[in-house]
């Protein structure tokens, strides 16, 4: 191992953040060797991680992204052809660059036993309020449905009650059930969680997993629900209906079952939720602020749901895409993890035009990151001390079932990977001037990604949008839930040469035009320097975890700190 150096601000900024002309290959001359100390966070780099970190270049991001989300691949569908082309163009990226394979029987790939779902056309969604006529809701238009119980076919025709959030939540005093029986029922909840300043309750505007839609349909299972029935609202959600729509229509992908599931998981337009409760002599409005209550009890509105879902089931494999660079000392049985998503939406045949849903952002982006980790430690003629993961999975759209699995089914056991870092929709915008890192204050490590922040220049943005609760959204959440910690990185909304008011409107207009549309696509003026300074970025932090004498961990009494001792 070479002698361990200390770079200085200008010459990391330079050669890590592509800011000003930045050359491949560019020879930089390393400073005099500082002694190592760690009396304070800081980065210290060994010059061959250095002179690898050298190479990482945004046009071998651009080349991965165009191939990934090219018309050819169609969308990269979980179970289908683009998908299955997409893992292997991963594993033999891997291969390429001299990493040894992780994944089963000697091969770079992970299987993953998944049930794909199709709500079929002869489907009924029947409301029937207290009062008033029937409601026969129109497929995508008003509601999204699915059997998760991965049968043919199911009956429901239950009682409708309002949970409000649907939250049961003993550390902060919340419970929206108070012990109303509710098994074999339908529940109309609300998404997100109570409205809050206060860091202590429900993490202030920062959502927390109760927050999230998979939480509630877990809790419901618990409770012996039937069903529940979502509420959209946009602000809420954090998104527009098309979002919902898209991400539920066609086939969905669930992992084999293992337990009770809900015969309905589905989601409605307020609107309609508005006409249901009217129909009990309610106002939604009144209801929606009434949830915020500690005071608040369930409502059975005196109305049914009736539904005949017909479903296509389709028992099929996946794979996750695992490869590892094998550390070079005594702690090589502990390793470092970086994941990305490699799936998308894939294609819907039946939808007139544009019907491909390439996902260049979301998330051929982070696999490219991903590549170009991977072939940046594959040129170090050093190794770190530990080893080194590499993770492209599967059915992130799916409601993160490729992570879920691999969490599940790691390489090695969870409690010896230090640290999971991933990347998931980096937008190709330019030169960043912040980075997000949301979840890292959660860990031991942070003090050392601000230290690397410092030296790259980038300022720590705190989540741009904490109320949309991007933590439980993207596949690190998986790998926090077996105790790995883990964080994504990305950039903030501070760009070279543009104010935080342009960044903003590019991710409104992302979010608005083309996250999980088919517009998502590859353009050749994508400017892919952001994306290249994201990776350098987690190259460092992912050394430097490496290196580290101790394994990392959750800060005490973070809600994963448990988990990661019963790993341990």
């Known amino acids: ?46 010059s061959a991680a250095f002179a690898a970190m050298e190479t990482m270049n945004p046009e071998h991001i651009r080349w991965h992204v165009r191939f990934l989300s090219h018309d050819l691949l169609e969308g990269r569908g979980t179970g289908q052809r683009g998908g299955d082309i997409a893992a292997e163009y991963l594993a033999t990226q891997f291969a390429e660059y001299g990493l040894k394979p992780a994944g089963e029987n000697g ?16 489907t009924q969604f029947v409301l029937l309020p207290k009062q008033g006529p ?29 949970v409000g959030y649907g939250i049961e939540a003993p550390e902060y005093n919340w419970d929206d059930y108070k012990g109303v029986d509710v098994r074999g029922k339908v529940l109309l909840m609300l998404v997100n969680e109570p409205p809050s ?93 009434d949830a915020r209550s500690r005071e608040f009890h369930p409502v059975n509105l005196g109305a049914k749901l009736r539904t005949h879902i017909v479903s296509k089931v389709r028992n099929f494999e996946s794979n996750n895409v695992l490869a590892t ?53 594959g040129v170090a003629k050093d190794r770190p001390g530990r080893s080194v993961i590499f993770a492209a999975v599967t059915a992130e759209e799916q409601g993160l079932l490729g992570s879920e699995y691999l969490g599940k089914h790691p390489p090695i056991p969870a409690g010896k990977i230090t640290l999971d870092l991933n990347y998931d929709d980096v937008q190709p915008l330019g030169a960043p001037e912040e980075v ?43 790998l926090a839930r077996v105790g790995i910690p883990s964080f994504s990185i990305n950039e903030g909304m501070k760009f070279k040469g543009h104010n935080e008011a342009w960044g903003l409107a590019q991710n409104k207009e992302y979010t608005e035009q083309r996250y999980h549309q088919p517009s998502d696509e590859y353009h050749p003026e994508m400017d892919f320097v952001g994306d290249a300074a994201m990776a350098r970025f987690g190259f460092a932090l992912g050394w430097e975890a490496a290196s580290f004498s101790k394994l990392i961990g959750w800060q005490k009494g973070d809600e994963f700190e448990a988990a990661r001792a019963k790993s341990q």
């Open 436 to 478: 997000e890192v949301t979840g890292a204050e959660r860990t031991t490590f942070y003090p050392w990604v601000q230290a690397t922040a410092k030296e790259f220049r980038l300022t720590i943005r705190p989540d741009a949008r904490p109320e949309a609760g991007h933590f439980y959204r993207s596949d690190h959440f998986s």
């Open 107 to 122: 091969s770079y790939l992970q299987k993953v036993p998944l049930v794909g779902i199709t709500t079929l056309p002869q």
């Open 325 to 377: 660079l094998p550390g070079s000392s005594r702690l090589k049985d502990e390793a470092v993890l970086y994941t990305a998503h490699y799936d998308h939406l894939g294609i819907r045949p039946e939808m007139p035009g544009d019907n491909i849903y390439n996902g260049a952002a979301d998330n051929a982006t982070g696999c490219g990151i991903l590549l170009e980790l991977a072939r940046a430690y």
């Open 197 to 289: 300043d206060d860091p202590k309750f429900f993490k202030g505007k920062a959502l927390t997993y109760y927050g999230r839609w998979t939480y509630k349909y877990e809790e419901a299972v618990r409770k012996g629900a039937v069903g529940v029935i979502l509420i959209h609202k946009e602000d809420m959600a954090s998104y527009p209906w098309e979002v919902v729509r898209n991400s539920n229509s066609g086939e969905k992908s669930y992992l084999k079952l293992e337990g009770p599931a809900l015969k309905v998981a589905s989601w409605v337009q307020l609107d309609v939720a508005k006409k249901l409760v009217a129909g009990s002599g309610m106002d939604i409005d009144k209801m929606m602020m």
């Open 134 to 162: 029937s409601m026969d809701l129109k497929p995508l238009d008003e509601y999204v449905a699915y059997d998760q119980t991965q049968q043919v076919q199911s009956e429901v025709d239950a009682d409708i009650v309002y």
């Open 1 to 46: 191992m070479q002698a361990i150096v200390r770079r200085s601000v200008v010459v990391i900024v330079i050669t890590a953040m592509s800011l000003l002309g930045w050359a491949e290959g560019a020879a930089v001359p390393p400073p005099e060797p500082a002694a190592p100390s760690r009396e304070a966070a800081s980065v210290r780099l060994p």
